[in-house]
């Protein structure tokens, strides 16, 4: 059974930096797509930055410049790195995993940005 298990600090200053790690277990193979999305109060849950196994990546327009991908292949793992933090990033932020034809979902870590 795959699991999805994110890490990160759940609290810091506007203009910060903080990155976040999610960790996938329980398959040998390597997913298609891994990536983070995020949701907002009261927000729809919105792509934030994804990465193929091919290494090309996509990114919110919002976080351009701000935010990067990586992955680990090997070890199922990606990471993000969070820099110029804004209130606006306020979100619990979800990992997800694609092997198709299946998409995992991890249960999620709040990030606060005070201001």
């Known amino acids: 059974q795959v699991q999805l298990v994110e890490s990160g600090v759940g609290l810091v200053q506007a203009g910060g930096s903080q990155r976040l790690s999610c960790v996938a277990s329980?398959?040998?193979?390597?997913?298609?797509?891994m990536g983070w999305y995020r949701q907002a109060p009261g927000k729809q849950r919105e792509l934030v930055a994804t990465?193929?196994?091919?290494?090309?990546?996509n990114y919110a327009d919002s976080v351009k410049g701000r935010f990067t991908i990586s992955r680990d292949t090997a070890e199922n793992t990606v990471y993000l790195q969070m820099n110029s933090l804004k209130p606006e990033d306020t979100a619990v932020y979800y990992c997800?995993?694609?092997?198709?034809?299946?998409?995992?979902w991890g249960q999620g870590t709040q990030v606060t940005v005070s201001s």
């Open positions: 329980g398959t040998r193979f390597r997913f298609n797509v």
């Open positions: 990465m193929q196994t091919v290494g090309s990546t």
């Open positions: 997800n995993a694609v092997l198709m034809p299946r998409s995992y």
